[in-house]
């Protein structure tokens, strides 16, 4: 079965890490790039990074969590991981991975757009709070 799922999300205090894991199968997660989503109450699904593949070696992170957040893959697990360090509320919401309908490349600007994944996990969530 293709699925993408996430784990890892939790409860943090401001300035807290957390590490979000997104695991796949039915597919090679390194032969394309993946993106991670967020998405607050009453807010649209917004991107925060995405990870090409090892070949291509270009990431991006929104401005937000540059500096913040990072992320890596590990290949012989098939998992995707986004690190995010010193949490803030604002970082509070539902965080997605998803699979790009094709490619290897996150490409700018089109990896923030979600209409470019075709692939999407059922989500964690995440809560910065004190």
């Known amino acids: 079965q293709v699925q993408l799922v996430e784990s890892g999300g939790g409860f943090v205090q401001p300035g807290g890490s957390l590490r979000l894991s997104c695991a796949a199968s039915?597919?090679?997660?390194?032969?394309?790039?993946i993106g991670w989503f967020r998405q607050a109450p009453g807010n649209e699904r917004e991107a925060v990074a995405c990870?090409?593949?090892?070949?291509?070696?270009?990431?991006y992170y929104v401005g937000s969590v540059r500096g913040r957040f990072s992320v890596s893959r590990t290949n012989n697990v098939n998992t995707v991981y986004l690190q995010m360090r010193t949490l803030k509320p604002e970082d509070t919401g539902i965080y997605y991975c998803?699979?790009?309908?094709?490619?290897?490349?996150?490409?700018?600007?089109?990896?923030?757009?979600?209409?470019?994944?075709?692939?999407w996990g059922q989500g964690t969530q995440v809560t910065v709070s004190s």
């Open positions: 998803a699979r790009v309908i094709s490619g290897r490349a996150c490409e700018h600007p089109r990896w923030l757009s979600p209409v470019q994944y075709g692939l």
């Open positions: 039915g597919f090679t997660s390194n032969d394309y790039a």
């Open positions: 990870i090409s593949s090892d070949s291509v070696g270009i990431n």
